[in-house]
């Protein structure tokens, strides 16, 4: 069952990670937003927030989530002591990452219920396997 779950997390990871490194490349070609098509209220939540432009959103996006994940995944097909660890974190990453984009931008996605589910299950799976010590 273990090993299931962990093939089911490496794939989830890997189309995490895959997705947020286009989404981050698309805002760091194009920090207005305009191109990923954010509405209009969005982007000036952005522009009227710290952060001035999608730069940062861009950036975090591309390494935090994106990046990360994929070398979390690899980490799984190693079957790496930290691996559990980094679903764990890469689940918080994620949980994170929604919270501070629904605070500054405040549009509702449906994306943002797939993605906070994936965190939750990255962070439960990383639990059940710390827990029964597979590796």
Do not use: C, H
């Amino acid at each position: 069952m273990l090993r299931l779950l962990r093939i089911l997390s490496v794939i989830l990871l890997l189309v995490t990670g895959i997705t947020a490194i286009g989404g981050g490349i698309v805002l760091l070609m194009d920090t207005t937003g305009e191109t990923m098509q954010f509405p209009i209220e969005a982007r000036m939540a952005i522009q009227n927030s710290i952060l001035g432009s999608f730069l940062i959103p861009g950036l975090s996006l591309l390494f935090l989530i994106g990046v990360a994940s994929i070398i979390i995944a690899v980490l799984g097909i190693r079957k790496s002591k930290l691996y559990p660890w980094g679903l764990f974190y890469q689940g918080a990453a994620l949980l994170i990452w929604l919270s501070i984009q629904l605070l500054l931008i405040e549009d509702k996605s449906p994306l943002q219920i797939v993605y906070g589910v994936l965190g939750l299950i990255f962070i439960s799976i990383g639990t059940l396997i710390k827990l029964q010590k597979e590796y």
